[in-house]
Each structure stands twice: as C-alpha cells, then as structure tokens.
C-alpha cells in the first residue's frame, strides 16, 4: 500500500490547484460529520451508496488507515480517492486488493470492458478458471504494448528471424562455465521476447 500512497500523494501535489480542490471536496464528501475524519461508518455509507463492493470492507479500510487510529486522515482519503479514479484491481482469484506486482489477461485488457486480474499466488499456482492463455504481469503489459506501439508505427521492431539466428550461433561447445551461463540467460531472454511478442500477434489477429 506504500507504493500507492506514495503515488496519491504525488499526483496531489503535482496536480493544479483545481486537482487538489477535486480532493479536497471528496474527503468532505465522506466527512459527513465535519469532524474532519472519515469513521468506518461514513467510509462505508459512502461506498455502498456508490455501488463499490469490493472496497467496503473493513480489511480495507484498516489498510488505508496508515496511523491505526480507527478513523481516516485526509492524506488516507486521499489513497482511497487514487485508487477509485485509478481504478485499481482486486484478484479475480482470491479477491485480494493489488498493491503491487499483478498479473493480467491481454485478450480482456484489449477487448473487453472489464480486466481479469491476478496476484501473482494465484497466477503462480493456477487457482483461476479463465478461457484465455495470454496473460502477463502489469510491468511487462505496459513495456510491451508500448513495444507495439513502436511496432505500429514502424519504430524499432525486432526482426524475430536474426534474434533467433544470432542465439542458436552462440550456443556451441567449447565454451567457458561463464560464458555458457551468459548465453544461456541471453537465450532465456531471447525466448521470452519472442513468446511476447508471438502472443501479441496472436491477439492482434484474434481481434481482427
């Protein structure tokens, strides 16, 4: 939860003055009271009203309240207003709330209006019943789609064909411990690049 108050809070502070007012008039929004605190009550009118299941738990709620007082501070709200306007997941295994690291389907993200998101126990352990196989982690999705991008646009992409050439070359006999363990993680590497971008294309395709 660190890394996502830590990213609430520099968007506030980055964003124009009009930003920070949209803030500010969410916490009042939930300060029903004006006491100048949310309670777990005002947290939860708030969300049920709005249709926010997932959220309305009180697991989550003492996630959010950093100090551990029983109430939420405007700088906690403030985590909370990220999260809904980031629309960040929750596991559609377990239904954990995604902090981190998350693993998600590259069918859905692309052509569906809802995402299915993993944490990485459940990826990890295939305690999930979904129809599509293409699913990647949320730093390689985003390196990747901007790889297609570039792709698109005819900036950059590899040609499969040498990558696959010059990484057969290289694995011969002969060679030093280091050197082979070298090879092998540049083929490890290799491999990796090619199954990404193999199942974009396939995607691509699918969606065509």
Do not use: W
Not at 16 to 37: H, K, M, P, S
Not at 98 to 111: D, I, P, Q, V
Not at 148 to 162: E, F, H, K, V, Y
């Amino acid at each position: 939860m660190e890394e996502i108050r830590e990213a609430a809070l520099a968007y506030y502070e980055a964003g124009t003055q009009e930003q920070r007012q949209l803030a500010r008039a969410f916490f009042r929004t939930l300060d029903v009271d004006g006491d100048g605190r949310v309670s777990v009550h005002e947290f939860s009118n708030f969300l049920r009203d709005r249709g926010c299941r997932l959220l309305d738990n009180r697991s989550f709620f003492q996630a959010l309240d950093r100090d551990g007082n029983g109430c939420l501070d405007f700088h906690e709200v403030l985590t909370l207003y990220y999260i809904i306007k980031s629309g960040r997941p929750f596991c559609d295994g377990c239904g954990v709330f995604l902090t981190g690291l998350f693993f998600t389907c590259l069918n859905c993200y692309e052509s569906s209006h809802t995402t299915f998101d993993l944490c990485s126990a459940c990826y990890r352990g295939r305690r999930f019943v979904h129809p599509h196989a293409a699913i990647l982690d949320n730093y390689t999705l985003l390196t990747h789609k901007r790889l297609m991008t570039m792709g698109a646009l005819g900036i950059g992409q590899p040609n499969m064909s040498q990558i696959i050439s010059s990484t057969s070359s290289n694995l011969k006999p002969g060679k030093s411990r280091r050197e082979r363990v070298k090879e092998a993680f540049e083929a490890f590497d290799t491999g990796f690049t090619i199954g990404t971008y193999a199942t974009y294309a396939a995607t691509v395709c699918s969606i065509m």
